[in-house]
């Protein structure tokens, strides 16, 4: 029996023992190992990172430039008036402030691929400082998506887009850093509009506020303080009703003798201004390349570049292309002032098949002229250096 008693009390000690290993083996096993989750649940989110995020920004800038233009108004006496405006629906609707447009008796607008064309004021605030053009040549243009409810809050993320001091197509960052701001400028109130801490200067007003998450406008940048260190940005959502009343029933717009709105074709230039809008053009040809966006990049080609060169092709030829910087761009009108021959500096990224990146050097040549009155690349050659 005392033998039959010592047996048992053996067997429940190896129990406990082997009990008390099993437990720490499993413990050690499960806590060292990370285990794969049969649920949708247990599933791990992918962080962005800040690469992902550059990228991500870059495409919104891009994409969101096509849609904005750069205003000039031709005033009494001479006088000019400069400013940005973007377009919002596919009638050819363009928003912009008022105090860029007010007492206009021309006004011409330049879009991010160097067309220009006229356009008519179609409605105006008195003391709110908006108003929408209408510009005929943009009819069915893809419009920039607008936040028609949606409120920011402090600290969101921004993008402001404009042409400050004329240089079309610039851009500042920063965030909402105040609400409800409230001041009067003659003739104009501003009441519950953003503060922005975006630089903004002469030829912003106007342009987008954009959403630097979404790419939707948020807003219509429309004052600053002298330093440019301080923005002011009037919320779509407060005049989205005025503004499409407007575009509903226009209170000024020009019409012909059989009651159509007058069609205005693109403006053709000489000069400076021709040279400007060329180099321009080269600029937006090699940005489009590096944001991927082939297929405005080959829309900028003329018609018998692009008939010798099928847009497969053409991409092709770009698409281990990561990144172009352009840089000493000049041009020169030829003799009979109908095309400008436009030279550059072209550094470009390029992704080997091994993923590797490497960089080249080109000095490029192109020629650049108008073509069904749009100004296109018409021929260019580049040259490998060493």
Known sequence: ?????????????????????????????????????????????????????????????????????????????????????????????????????????????????????????????????????????????????????????????????????????????????GLDREFILEPYRYEHIYQISAPITNGNSGGPLIDADTGEAIAINSAGTDSGAIGFSIPLPNVIDEIKGWSEEPVEITVDSEGHEVIVTPQGLTGEDYKDNATYLIGYFYESLSTQDYVTAYSLLGSRWQSEMSYEDFRSGYIHTVHVEVSNTTGSLNQTNDEVKVTATIKAEERTEDQKTTTALYNVTYQVGYENDHLKILTGKAQKLK
């Open 1 to 177: 029996m005392k033998r039959s008693l010592l047996v048992s009390i053996v067997s429940s000690l190896f129990l406990l023992i082997g009990t008390g290993v099993g437990f720490y083996c499993l413990h050690d096993y499960y806590n060292g190992n990370e285990v794969d989750a049969t649920s949708s649940l247990g599933e791990k989110v992918q962080t962005p990172t800040e690469s992902d995020k550059s990228t991500d920004l870059k495409s919104i800038i891009h994409e969101t430039q096509k849609s904005v233009v750069q205003i000039e108004a031709q005033l009494k006496d001479d006088d000019t008036s400069s400013g940005s405006g973007f377009l919002y629906n596919t009638t050819g609707d363009v928003i912009t402030n008022a105090h860029v447009v007010d007492g206009a008796e021309k006004i011409t607008v330049k879009t991010s691929d160097a067309k220009q064309f006229e356009a008519q004021i179609i409605g105006m605030g008195d003391t709110t400082d908006i108003a929408v053009i209408r510009v005929p040549g943009l009819k069915e243009t893809e419009p920039l998506v607008v936040a028609e409810e949606r409120m920011a809050e402090v600290g969101d993320e921004i993008i402001a887009l404009g042409s400050p001091l004329g240089l079309q197509n610039t851009v500042t960052t920063g965030i909402i850093s």
